[in-house]
T-cell receptor, first 112, second 112 residues
Framework: KQEVTQIPAALSVPEGENLVLNCSFT??????LQWFRQDPGKGLTSLLL?????REQTSGRLNASLDKSSGRSTLYIAASQPGDSATYLC???????????FGGGTRVLVKP | NAGVTQTPKFQVLKTGQSMTLQCAQD?????MSWYRQDPGMGLRLIHY???????DQGEVPNGYNVSRSTTEDFPLRLLSAAPSQTSVYFC???????????FGPGTRLLVL
């Protein structure tokens, strides 16, 4: 059974520092991997989708890498801002049918 | 586009009552899913659909029914609510398999 882990569960950084968020999965035979952001009491907002054939994906200040052989993905957020405070979730597609398996998330606080 | 919409936003039920959580999307997406989010358990897939008339079970389907009569709508039915179904429910959709999933704002359900 696919398991997805995000460590640490919570992270606090000063504004301007780069954020590094980790995601690990037990089964390397994944299809794609998606990173989300969730604000308190809100739904999930998609940040990046990395296809299984890609090693990285970039959008603005966000960069996500994927290393299937080691079962890891990393989300980098450059020059963090207080507005980046949220919970970040990674999720992997294992099989056909659009089924996502989620990690527990990393709660990020960016202090002004 | 309104994206993925869910109603109601919040609902209180008594044990044994039934209700339907509504989900609709206006993006002509074939794939739709229902997840529940619980503290300490993360997000888990309940049911999903790969097109009108086609549904299948996810990780935690017991106590829930779904049907997909149109591309736009994917309601989730609780036939006899139990306190264990207290949760936040999210609906998601994507255009194709393994592509970016878009989430609705969620329905917070409390079963007494």
């Amino acid at each position: 059974k696919q398991e997805v882990t995000q460590i640490p569960a919570a992270l606090s950084v000063p504004e301007g520092e780069n954020l590094v968020l980790n995601c690990s999965f037990t089964d390397s035979a994944i299809y794609n991997l998606q990173w989300f952001r969730q604000d308190p009491g809100k739904g999930l907002t998609s940040l990046l989708l990395i296809q299984s054939s890609q090693r990285e994906q970039t959008s603005g200040r966000l960069n996500a890498s994927l290393d299937k052989s080691s079962g890891r993905s990393t989300l980098y957020i450059a020059a963090s801002q207080p507005g980046d405070s949220a919970t970040y979730l990674c999720a992997v597609y294992k099989a056909a049918g659009n089924k996502l398996t989620f990690g527990g998330g990393t709660r990020v606080l960016v202090k002004p | 586009n309104a994206g993925v919409t869910q109603t109601p936003k919040f609902q209180v039920l008594k044990t044994g009552q039934s209700m339907t959580l509504q989900c609709a999307q206006d993006m002509n997406h074939e794939y739709m899913s229902w997840y529940r989010q619980d503290p300490g358990m993360g997000l888990r897939l309940i049911h999903y659909s790969v097109g009108a008339g086609i549904t299948d079970q996810g990780e935690v389907p017991n106590g829930y029914n779904v049907s997909r009569s149109t591309t736009e709508d994917f309601p989730l039915r609780l036939l006899s609510a139990a306190p264990s179904q207290t949760s936040v429910y999210f609906c998601a959709s994507s255009f194709r398999d393994q592509e970016t999933q878009y989430f609705g704002p969620g329905t917070r359900l409390l079963v007494l």
